[in-house]
């Protein structure tokens, strides 16, 4: 390219994206160097902030309580991941062979929590898991299962797998429509012929329709663990972290430090070893992807 | 007999699939039918499935509890103000979510579907770098930045106001790489021919790429509008005047201060829920193909 | 065409005309904004309206608004308006926020002024130590004040013949007699009597009193300086609560919940309880409530008292912080205001200002309460913190933790956060 086209082509790149680099620079990356700042000062209201250098991250890793958020976050991830992925692969394979207007009905009703809000589901979950007259207590009692009420959200050996349980609701959502339309959109063809040479279904599924929906199985196992890391709202309206930080996750462990106990440096160290884990791990996605 | 096994597996599946989506649809059918149940009903230790008797009290006591001016346009510099007729906060409320969700949307969509294009489609000095930067910062958690975020809302007097959460939803860069990856199927030909031609830029983008791009944007709207409709965090850490509140955070609200009133926070979930249903229904077509777009290119 | 020009200049001429109108009236007016826990029904706006409403009568040059906090998000909500420099100008809590945790964090205005000398005299003195810091920096001007008790279920008693372990006439037991009742409400049937809530901050003072009161430990010592609640008679007490049948340490429910719970009849106790509870709950309630205080060894009961006042945040804006006082000084000192303002608190007034309840039952059943007033001491060092950590230390003891080992835990924090 001439000098002249460059020139012209990086004006005119830069003034189409002048607009987008101002909301971007300005209210992502100006904040989040910030917190990488801030992270290395001691910082709380109304004082000026001391500087600690790796203080605060030699703090969090002896922090019980921040490890344990760790753990949950990781727990949380690891299991709503690929229960979403399963489950709505399974559901989404019965899906389309259904008839049309079934189908999308059906495809409806599993978006529903997605387009109710966080908040509205949550409001519901928390006086279905209720310990005195919820739903769930009267269910499990009557069925035998259980002979005294169980206290779901208040018990730390339930409260993390009742927190799973809603958050994986609100994400099979998206994953099932997309499924539902990348197995419509397999090569019918391919799939006829191996038939006709007699493959078994589960053959047919492997070596023919899988490949076809990678790159979809892909795209949702990055939305989901994105979904899985910023689980906030269902934890602040329902636990506050507790029964003895059971359901803590870092999410909620940076608000819980930045306001309740002040403590902003801290908050933000966390900040930043929770995205240096996000992009690592965005890194490897991002790398399976490109090698397909 | 093959044949016969699959189709009882797939009646079995069907079975299955059923009682999940009941399940998945009773929340929200518990959220309307409790909303319409007196206090006896709700926190009857036996559940009624059925309200044995409809009444509005919940609605009742939910308009009547703030009220706010129904919207209210602030002009920056010399301090005043438009208001509108007092109404039930909740209103306002629902005024202040669809604000923010359509502002968020359009203001996202434009800056997105002009950078994304330049990003494919321009061969500028820093190009790599710019959009490294866009990919690293897709993934980032909103809550990791919240300190300094309420600071710089702060220092910008936003902190309090509904653009103090629209700005970073539109600063997020999902949008960009979406119509990135969109924008590379644009023929390089047509907007050369164009340039031949004697078109401007802007002309050439206007005119050429944007109809070429409809389809991104489309699901681009959707995603946005569906993400800061749902959004809470930013909500929570940004807005706390009764007349600034959205739906979510305004029955997060009346759930701490009336804990248990659940015939209250019913009605209010109600509220909330409803209106984006609707929505949702009548669009439903849109909306799938929008998400679908969204992953088949992004 | 033509029209819609005309009809655009027409438009833009009224908004530049109501745009000014509007601006000539916000030039004389101060407005400064007001948010309130709900002390009794200053969170309620029916009853908070007409209080505004006549400061504004009396003071046209100050405009107030009103927003309501909940105790569950309310300090976060005050923590991050802040840091986000839009903080309330006044507001209505007690002490252990406005003193212990905001004034010593320095956001607050020092209201040396509003404690005149005659102030300082008709005030009594408890409530005038409380509203101070160590170096006697006033944050907060006192409006009301109440003790906080505990109540059962009379009409559930009363089946399960457990009324015969209480005291009626002086609304006392002993912790033999609380042991004693908690087990025949159990036996008779009632699987929830009672629940130590700690779900999160709203109400503890209620677990406070009555695990200190049990065994007749503390919470800190005399001075205010540390908490102790580490002490021998306070690890008893856990013992004791977290063995017992029918108490459940419920990490699902705060105060407030419980509260409900109570009024609902789904638990036999409250221990988050005071007047004005049984004042907002009347129409809820179908059983007979009997105020009660918390159950003790030594017949010596220590309630938990309560004050509320107001506090100005500093937000650098003189006018905002004069106009703050006014309002202050119109509703905690003006002769007739400060009865109303007293009365839609329904506690007391922290002055003498004669019986303000003339006629009212209620309010003398349970005046009975305030001579068992014990130390204020929620102005200890590090309160936030320690608030913090104590339910989350009853939430451990609530899991199966071994309570002493809970309690060395939240020493450790709690005194941490008081040496800062």
Known sequence: MSRALVRRETVSGYLFMLPCLIFFLGFVIYPMVQCIVTSFFDSTMNRDDIFIGLGNYAELFQDKIFLGALRNTVIIVIVSVPVVCIFSLWVSSVLYDLSGPLCSLFRCVFYLPVVTGSVAVTVVWKWMFNNYYGIFNYLGKNAGLIDKNINWLGDERFALGCIILILLTTSVGQPIVLYVSALGNVDQALVEAAEVDGATRLQVFWKIKWPQIKPTTLYILVITTINSFQCFALIQLLTSGGPNHSTDTIMYYIYYNAFKLYRYGYGNAMGVVLAIIIAVLSAIQFKASKSD | ?298 | MRLRRILALAMTGAMVLSAAAVTANAEETTDITLWTYPVGNWGDSAAVDGLIASFEEAHPEIHVSVEYLDYTNGDDQVNTAIEGGEAPDVILEGPERLVANWGAKGVMVDLSDLWTDEAKEAIYDSVEAACQNNDGVFYEYPLCMTAHTMAVNRDLFEAADALQYLDEETHTWTTEGFINAVQALYDYGQENVAAVFCGGQGGDQGTRALVNNLYGGTFTDAEHTKYTADSPENIKALELLAGMDGINFDASIVGGDEINLFVNGTLAMAFCWNVAQEKTNADLVDFDILPMAFPTESGDPQLCGGIWGFGVFDNGDEARIEAAKTFIDFMANDETQVVEAVKVSSYWPVKDLGNIYEGDDLMTEYAAFVQYLGDYYQVVPGWAEARTAWWNMLQQIGSGTDVTTAVAEFSETANAAAAQ
């Open chain 2, 1 to 298: 007999m093959k044949i016969n096994r699959h189709s009882c597996y797939k009646v079995i599946a069907i079975l299955i699939i059923v009682i999940m989506a009941i399940a998945f649809a009773f929340p929200l059918y518990w959220i309307i039918t409790g909303s319409f149940k007196t206090a006896k009903a709700i926190n009857a230790t036996t559940p009624q499935w059925w309200p044995s008797e409809w009444v509005l009290d919940n609605y009742q006591k939910l308009f009547s509890r703030q009220s706010a001016p129904l919207w209210e346009l602030k002009i920056p510099l010399i301090k005043a103000a438009f208001r509108g007729p007092k109404v039930p906060a909740a209103l306002r409320w629902l005024v202040n979510t669809v604000f923010m969700a359509v502002a968020s949307m359009l203001l996202t969509c434009a800056t997105s579907a002009m950078a994304g294009y330049a990003l494919a489609k321009k061969r500028f000095i820093g190009r790599t770098v710019v959009f490294s930067l866009i990919v690293c910062a897709m993934a980032l958690p909103k809550q990791v930045i919240l300190i300094p975020l309420i600071r710089e809302m702060s220092s910008l007097h936003m902190y309090n106001t509904i653009w103090a959460v629209i700005l970073p939803i539109v600063g997020w860069p999902f949008g960009v790489f979406l119509i990135k990856q969109f924008s590379e199927g644009i023929p390089g030909e047509m907007l050369e021919a164009a340039r031949i031609d004697g078109a401007s830029e802007w002309k050439t983008f206007s005119t050429i790429a944007l109809p070429m791009l409809k389809p991104g944007i489309g699901a681009l709207a959707i995603f946005t509008f569906i993400n800061s409709w749902n959004d809470y965090f930013m909500q929570l850490i940004m807005l706390s005047s009764t007349e600034n509140l959205t739906i979510s955070l305004g029955i997060a609200k009346l759930q701490a201060e009336n804990s248990i009133d659940f015939g209250l926070i019913m009605a209010g979930a109600a509220v909330a829920a409803v209106p984006i249903i609707i929505v949702f229904i009548i669009f439903q077509k849109y909306f799938t193909k929008g998400i679908t777009m969204g992953a088949v290119k992004g």
